[in-house]
């Protein structure tokens, strides 16, 4: 079955060092590929998506992601955190050949951006 | 506008309620979901449509009844409201595959 693993529940980072979220996911086939972003009583927002070709995928607010097979994983970075990125931040999966639609999330990752 | 939008973002109800949470999505999409968010914040999918056609029903309990009047909208009936049931209702769409699936704002129930 698939599923996928946010290895760290909570993380805490000061406002402009790096960050990098860490998503593994399990999948036999090629997967497809997300990162949502929750803030505070607010939607999913997508930020970024692979689905094939350039293993480093760029997406929103300077986000970006990169595609390891190897290593089953996707993680999220992002050079310089702003305080405005304190959010949940959910990777996901979703079965690529049956077009089915249902995304397997992650248990989420909460960041905390301190001053 | 809204591409994918909920109503209403908040409800808080009594147990025993029945209740209804709507969504209308304006990006031509035609597949739409619902996915509850409990708790402990873990998503999962409940329903999916595609073109008005039950594709997905992820072992939900039958008190939870989807209908799909057209491709546009696709809205959450709840029978007999539980504590239980209290969660974050996200209505989603998508179009195509790869699927790139967009979220609405959630609508926050709570059973009381």
């Known amino acids: 079955a698939q599923s996928v693993t946010q290895p760290d529940i909570h993380i805490t980072v000061s406002e402009g060092a790096s960050l990098e979220l860490r998503c593994n996911y399990s999948?036999?086939?090629?997967?497809?590929l997300f990162w949502y972003v929750q803030s505070p009583g607010q939607g999913l927002q997508l930020l970024l998506k692979?689905?094939?070709?350039?293993?480093l995928v760029q997406g929103i607010k300077g986000f970006e992601a990169e595609f390891k097979r190897s290593q089953s994983s996707f993680n999220l970075r992002k050079p310089s955190v702003h305080w405005s990125d304190a959010a949940e931040y959910f990777c996901?999966?979703?079965?690529?050949?049956?077009?089915?639609?249902?995304?397997?999330f992650g248990q989420g990752t909460t960041l905390q951006v301190k001053p | 506008d809204t591409a994918v939008s909920q109503t209403p973002k908040y409800l808080v109800t009594q147990m025993g309620n029945d209740k209804s949470i709507k969504c209308e999505q304006n990006l031509g999409h035609d597949t739409m979901y619902w996915y509850k968010q409990d708790s402990k914040k873990f998503l999962k999918i409940m329903f999916s449509?595609?073109?008005?056609?039950?594709?997905i029903n992820e072992t939900v309990p039958n008190r939870f009844s989807p209908k799909s009047p057209d491709k546009a909208h696709l809205n959450l009936h709840i029978n007999s409201l539980e504590l239980g049931d209290s969660a974050v209702y996200f209505c989603?769409?998508?179009?195509?595959?790869?699927?790139?699936?967009?979220f609405g704002e959630g609508s926050w129930l709570t059973v009381v």
């Open positions: 989603a769409s998508s179009q195509g595959s790869p699927n790139t699936i967009y």
């Open positions: 692979y689905f094939s070709g350039d293993t």
């Open positions: 999948y036999g086939a090629t997967p497809y």
């Open positions: 449509y595609n073109n008005k056609e039950l594709i």
């Open positions: 996901a999966v979703v079965h690529g050949s049956s077009n089915t639609g249902k995304l397997i």
